[in-house]
């Protein structure tokens, strides 16, 4: 299957400087051609030939079963929000902290600095 490139991109991808790919194109080594004034580079003119699998008769598959529910072990203290939390070595799960009680507060630093701003000009 033939992959249609710029010669910068087939230096890049082959490891030489662009004057190389130049020359061989110049010398007629490297297959080449120019579309809508681009002078383009074929980088595999012997890959294979690009085969659908419509022609085998099988479809990909378009999407994979999730699977929603971890079973969790005989362990009475561990629930299903601390799965994939390893408790001896990260201690409590988030879900577990307690609230301290203080707010936020953000809608008051937001007007405070909003009065700092330099309006529009």
Not at 28 to 40: A, D, N, P, T
Not at 46 to 61: C, D, E, H, I, M
Not at 87 to 108: H, R
Request: some cysteine; hydrophobic content about 40%.
């Amino acid at each position: 299957m033939s992959c249609w490139v710029v010669p910068n991109v087939a230096a890049e991808i082959w490891g030489i400087s662009l004057d190389e790919v130049m020359q061989r194109i110049n010398k007629g080594v490297v297959v080449s051609k120019r579309e809508y004034g681009f002078l383009l580079v074929d980088t595999a003119p012997l890959g294979p030939l690009f085969q659908s699998t419509a022609n085998n008769g099988r479809k990909p598959r378009t999407w994979v079963a999730v699977q929603t529910w971890v079973e969790a072990e005989d362990d009475p203290d561990e629930t299903i929000d601390d799965a994939g939390v390893d408790l001896a070595i990260d201690g409590d799960s988030i879900e577990e902290e307690p609230d301290d009680g203080i707010a936020l507060g953000w809608q008051q630093k937001r007007l405070a600095h909003a009065r700092l701003r330099k309006p529009p000009s």
